[in-house]
């Protein structure tokens, strides 16, 4: 014979189902809104990255261009 299911007043009030599920909300609560936060966060880096890469593409191009005539066949060190 299965144990007996408690009843309203066997539960303590700590743990009654609805302190429980409004401690819950308010946990999903709390991490829904870290959770912004951080998105909020990984959108500004996501942003600050794409225009790093484009300052990075701009300095190879310019690395590129001072070394292109250098390395196009030495006419400038002929003499």
Not at 35 to 45: F, H, S, V
């Amino acid at each position: 014979m299965p144990p007996p299911h408690p009843t309203r007043t066997s539960i303590r009030p700590s743990i009654a189902p609805s302190n429980t599920k409004a401690r819950q909300v308010s946990h999903l609560t709390s991490q829904l809104t870290q959770l912004q936060a951080n998105l909020a966060d990984l959108e500004d880096i996501a942003r600050v990255t794409a225009v790093q890469a484009e300052n990075i593409k701009v300095l190879g191009s310019l690395n590129c261009a001072m070394y292109v005539p250098i390395l196009g066949g030495g006419k400038m060190w002929v003499g």
